[in-house]
Nanobody
Framework: QVQLVESGGGLVQAGGSLRLSCAAS????????MGWFRQAPGKEREFVAAITRSGGNTYYADSVKGRFTISRDNAKNTLYLQMNSLKPEDTAVYYC???????????????????WGQGTQVTVSI
């Protein structure tokens, strides 16, 4: 099945930026709706951003809108999350997710995605 590997996490001061990458295996990456989710200690996994198969439409959680940008390069089988103006509350493990089946309606639901990476830690200090 699809394998997803996140990278780019790290420690950054508030106001700084990070760029996360998600490398996907397989030859049908362009068929997948992709998303980013995050999970802080003691909290549920929450939606961050999603992008349609062609990259023509993007969706963001209100908490990151205007600060984060999701993008994809289908030729490279790679998903990105550019995170600017980072806040301490952005601290979490960030997960890349893929939806491989034909239909998706709730881009912000973790239950709509059927493949997950192992996550990359993002820590924002004050």
């Amino acid at each position: 099945q699809v394998q997803l590997v996140e990278s780019g996490g790290g420690l950054v001061q508030a106001g700084g930026s990070l760029r996360l990458s998600c490398a996907a295996s397989g030859r049908t990456f362009s068929n997948y709706v992709m998303g980013w989710f995050r999970q802080a200690p003691g909290k549920e996994r929450e939606f961050v951003a999603a992008i349609t198969r062609s990259g023509g439409n993007t969706y963001y959680a209100d908490s990151v809108k205007g600060r984060f940008t999701i993008s994809r390069d289908n030729a490279k089988n790679t998903l990105y999350l550019q995170m600017n103006s980072l806040k301490p509350e952005d601290t979490a493990v960030y997960y890349c997710a893929a939806r491989t089946s034909a239909f998706i309606s709730n881009y912000d639901s973790r239950y709509e995605y059927n493949h997950w990476g192992q996550g990359t830690q993002v820590t924002v200090s004050i």
